[in-house]
Nanobody, 131 residues
């Protein structure tokens, strides 16, 4: 059982930056994919970025490529999402998610898939970007 706790959401003006943090517990193996998803009011949940702990491969969806960076601190079981050049359309509830036992390639596929097939979810943290 994996527990995920997010923090770091808040408000920013367009062009600003925020960093989200997700701390994972309950799983010590490296075959874990950690991802960030977001859901804005009235819209479907969408993948944002993901990282495969074993090796650190990273994945991004098109709306955030070049602006967001995901990285991990293995010693702290923590994943960060650095969000730069924020836009009003980035406003959403952001969720940390994880699944275990998959491969690095499946991590990227699942992040980009609309099914959001992750087994564990955090409670979410709100990000609001004003124009």
């Amino acid at each position: 059982q994996v527990q995920l706790v997010e923090s770091g959401g808040g408000s920013s003006q367009a062009g600003g930056s925020l960093r989200l943090t997700c701390t994972a517990s309950g799983y010590t193996h490296s075959d874990i994919c950690l991802g960030w998803f977001r859901q804005a009011p009235g819209k479907e949940r969408e993948g944002v970025a993901g990282i495969y702990a074993g090796g650190g491969s990273t994945y991004y969806t098109d709306p955030v490529k070049g602006r967001f960076t995901i990285n991990q601190d293995g010693a702290k079981n923590t994943v960060y999402l650095q969000m730069n050049s924020l836009k009003p359309e980035d406003t959403a509830m952001y969720y940390c998610a994880a699944y275990t036992g998959g491969s690095w390639s499946s991590c990227g596929i699942r992040i980009r898939s609309k099914s959001a097939d992750f087994d564990y979810w955090g409670q979410g943290t709100q990000v609001t970007v004003s124009s």
